[in-house]
Every structure is written in C-alpha cells, then in structure tokens.
T-cell receptor, first 114, second 114 residues
Framework: DAKTTQPNSMESNEEEPVHLPCNHSTISGTDYIHWYRQLPSQGPEYVIHGLTSNVNNRMASLAIAEDRKSSTLILHRATLRDAAVYYCILRSTNRGSTLGRLYFGRGTQLTVWP | DAGVTQSPTHLIKTRGQQVTLRCSPISGHKSVSWYQQVLGQGPQFIFQYYEKEERGRGNFPDRFSARQFPNYSSELNVNALLLGDSALYLC?????????????FGPGTRLTVL
C-alpha cells in the first residue's frame, strides 16, 4: 500500500487558517486520499476525502496537486477544538487489497493557541 | 442516531487471560473493522468484516480472532494475552467496504494487561 509522509507537528493561532501537508509520491491512479483526525481520548473522525479534484465540506477543504503526489488539508479558521492528530490516508480501490482498510501513519499533531 | 458503540470502556486483564470486546455499528452499516492503537502511534488494522464474512486481516497473530453477527454487531477476541496487547481497541463501521466510504469510529475499549 502506498505510503504517506506528514510533518510530526504543526502549530497555529486560533482563527487563523491552517494548511496541513501530506506527501504521497507513490500514489496509484485509483487511490483515494482520505483525511481523518483524532481528538484526545476519542476515536478517529472522518474529515474529508478526494480522488483528483479539490473538495470542500463544512469541516475543511482538500487541495490535491495536479500530479496527485501531494495534498493539503485546509482548515479555514482554526479553533481550539481543532487541536488533534491529523492523519492523511490512501485507500486503494484495487480489488487485491482490503478495500475498507485504513492505513494510519503517525499523523500530524496540530496545536492551536488561543 | 446512535453512533458506533463499544463495550466495555475499560478493561484490566492479566497475562495469559482471554478477552472479548464488543462493537455495535451504526444502524444500516454492514461493515465493521477493528483497529489496535498503541500509545503514541496511529491505529493499526486488525480485521474487517462485511456481511458476516472476513474481508481482510492485518498482520496480527492467530491469538486475535473476530466474528460478525447477523445483526452486524461484532466481537474481537484475544487469547493468551501479552503485556504488549495493552492498547486502545477501536471499532469502525461503514455502509460497506467501498474505499470511498467514510468510516465511523467508536470511542474504543482501553485494555490494560498486567
């Protein structure tokens, strides 16, 4: 399965935008890019996903590079509640893989300062 | 609507014992996955079940087993517990095992092996 690389940690001030990068240079053409986050003492929570085009939802935006070798999760106005570990995950559509499986790395610990 | 529920919340066992963890998926979800999260690391995939059949298994020893019931709830069993099995065990449910589907995680069961 394709691997992702994320910074170990990032910091932001409250109400400022946050750009969380993810590199996935070995991504295949049919891999979805998913982002999950895990707040302290909770299970992971879905944030957003995309395949080729940029995506927006109520939580965040996902910007995908044209060559798909990297992506950026954008939190438009960080709040204290956004402090969490953010995971960038590739999900394969290859029927030889376990389709429902999520491969978590160590993620990026986001600290939000008031 | 109720989210994914897991029981028990916390559990303390001693080495060599056996443990059963339970998970109830969101109503209408037919796929359940289990993950192990050791402190300081991202969750690691253990099993996926869809329509009561095992659809994927991670790199875990045969001491780990699971099953899914007709109502789509699931149990994870771990035999001959080792100290290294101490972790947060997470259950996730989704509509099916398609890679574009969001997975919803429960709060987890914290297992401590003494």
């Amino acid at each position: 399965d394709a691997k992702t690389t994320q910074p170990n940690s990032m910091e932001s001030n409250e109400e400022e935008p946050v750009h969380l990068p993810c590199n996935h240079s070995t991504i295949s053409g049919t891999d979805y890019i998913h982002w999950y986050r895990q707040l302290p003492s909770q299970g992971p929570e879905y944030v957003i996903h995309g395949l080729t085009s940029n995506v927006n939802n109520r939580m965040a935006s996902l910007a995908i590079a044209e060559d798909r070798k990297s992506s950026t999760l954008i939190l438009h106005r960080a709040t204290l509640r956004d402090a969490a570990v953010y995971y960038c995950i590739l999900r394969s559509t290859n029927r030889g893989s376990t389709l429902g499986r999520l491969y978590f790395g160590r993620g990026t610990q986001l600290t939000v300062w008031p | 609507d109720a989210g994914v529920t897991q029981s028990p919340t916390h559990l303390i066992k001693t080495r060599g014992q056996q443990v059963t963890l339970r998970c109830s998926p969101i109503s209408g979800h037919k796929s359940v996955s289990w993950y192990q999260q050791v402190l300081g690391q991202g969750p690691q995939f253990i099993f996926q079940y869809y329509e009561k059949e095992e659809r994927g298994r991670g790199n875990f020893p045969d001491r780990f087993s699971a099953r899914q019931f007709p109502n789509y709830s699931s149990e994870l069993n771990v035999n001959a517990l080792l100290l290294g099995d101490s972790a947060l065990y997470l259950c996730a449910s989704s509509l099916d095992h398609a890679p574009g589907n969001e997975q919803f995680f429960g709060p987890g069961t914290r297992l401590t092996v003494l």
